[in-house]
């Protein structure tokens, strides 16, 4: 039997508990074109996601040079999905650069964007914070981490801000095709062309100079480069915005969890972990292809699948957790999926957790009445969970 879900249906806690209570593995259609097999079971998420035959080919060929050859561009969501060799090149690109070292080296960047975007915000007024502050904050730390000038952050923030403002609020858009790039994303493209070329010249201490090291030896033409760096763009915010603005709303609506964070700081990086398993900013994963059958927790998985799992049905699982449907600060042996699991784990994982922890240290610092405007939160439809606004005050009056 088929199961139709919406990717909204994702987020809805009572919808995927009666799904991951009922079996590990579902058939189902997720109006993308084609049924697939969601894993919703923490075992069967990892035992699945460990499987080789799992790791997934993907559409046939290499999709960013057949791009380049076609002189289209390929679209950020198809970045994100990138499956073969395609997605290998790009990965460890990214990943032989983005070293603890790195991450270590940018904290200082970050708790000075941290404390200028703070700074920014009218303290006794009611303020969107994602608008103000959740949006911008990993936006503008990929900027630096990346090597982008000064006075080109405000055109790459507006471009990223623009997409995932808009995107969400139209779940029933088609995906464009090949010959649809939009006069915006060509823009980018060449703007992050003109970097590459730059960073050519006159090589930083940044990413950008350290990809283009690696895809020299690689031998890689420059597109690759060009994927690599939208794809750290677009997949490197989106989360960290998603947990900061609904991690913060649930500790505001729980008086008792701020205030045990005002008197043991040393919680926060607990608080981040069950944060992520808790809130799970992304419910679904990127698609798996199957090259082979494969038995998952019972359940016949065929040849050339497409398989996904839902990551907060998995990280609610009581088999893994006890009591998973309560946000617990001592939780032991945390092993959430919320950054997922196998040859797709996030490469920004250490970032995303850094850019958190310290945002939560600076707002416990400086502001330690803050409080919620509206408790009443409406949400975005997809598969990214996050309210469309999520008004505070920093410093409320008396």
Known sequence: MTT???????????????????APVHHVDLGRGGTEWLLTGYEAAVTGFADQRLAGGGAAGNPIEEAERAGRVIFEEDLVDLSGED?????????????PRRVAALLPRIERITGELLDAIPPAESVDFIAAFARPLPIMTLCALIGVPDADRAYV???????????????????????????????????????????????ADDLVSGMIRQADREGLPDAYLVAGVRLTLVAGHRAVT????????????????????????????????????????????????????????????????VVRCAWGAANRDPARFAEPDAFDLARPDN????????????????????????????????????????????????????????????????
């Open 4 to 22: 139709r879900l919406t990717p909204a249906q994702l987020n809805d806690v009572p919808t995927v508990r009666r799904l991951r209570e009922s």
């Open 87 to 99: 997605h290998q090149r790009v990965r460890r690109m990214i990943s032989r650069q983005l070293t």
């Open 157 to 203: 923030r507006a471009y990223v801000s623009g997409r995932i403002a808009t995107l969400p609020e139209r779940p029933e858009a088609v995906t464009p095709g090949p010959d649809m790039t939009s006069p915006e994303t060509a823009a980018m493209v060449a703007h992050l062309g003109a970097l590459i070329a730059a960073r050519r010249r006159e090589p």
């Open 242 to 305: 998603a947990l900061l603005a609904n991690g913060l709303a649930l500790l505001l609506r729980e008086p008792g969890l701020w205030r045990l964070l005002l008197e043991r700081p040393e919680l926060i990086g607990d608080a981040v972990e069950e944060l992520l398993r808790y809130v799970t900013p992304i419910a679904l994963s990127v698609p798996r292809h199957a090259t082979a059958a494969v038995e998952v927790c019972g359940a016949e998985v065929p040849d050339r699948a």
């Open 335 to 398: 092993a959430h999926l919320a950054f997922g699991y196998g040859h797709h784990f996030c490469l920004g994982a250490a970032l995303a957790r850094a850019e958190v922890g310290l945002a939560l240290a600076t707002l416990l610092v400086r502001f330690p009445r803050m409080r919620l405007v509206d408790e009443e939160l409406e949400y975005r439809s997809g598969d990214l969970r996050e309210p469309r606004t999520l008004r505070v005050v920093l410093s409320p009056p008396g």
